[in-house]
């Protein structure tokens, strides 16, 4: 599976240089994605626990416990692509941990 926007993985990488860590997880689902061969849900929670399907458009968030580190990533035809990095206090500002705000920044987004 081909995954874009795999610079906000690098940024977020280079922002925390010294976690090796989180760079090893972020490197891990890197992994996971570009090697995947998904056709449903089922497939992405038996290779990623940490997978939350948030939106039913495909979009998933990805948390990182090992420093609570929340990656949103939309599968579609093939492709996986990063739409949004943070921390989980970012994650808990932004998205309030509800899936309606959720929808609602996707669609603020024009991603729904």
Known sequence: MELLRINKLKKLK?????????????????????????????????????ADCVHSNGFYFFDL??????????????????IWTGTHDEYDKTFKENKKTIEKWLRIQKLI
């Open 65 to 82: 416990n090992v420093h609570r580190t929340m990656i949103l990533v939309v599968f579609e035809d093939n492709e996986a692509t990063v």
């Open 14 to 50: 280079n922002k925390n240089r010294g976690n090796i860590k989180l760079i090893k997880a972020i490197d891990k689902l890197t992994s996971d994605i570009e090697n995947a061969k998904w056709t449903k849900q089922t497939d992405i929670k038996e290779t990623r626990p940490d």
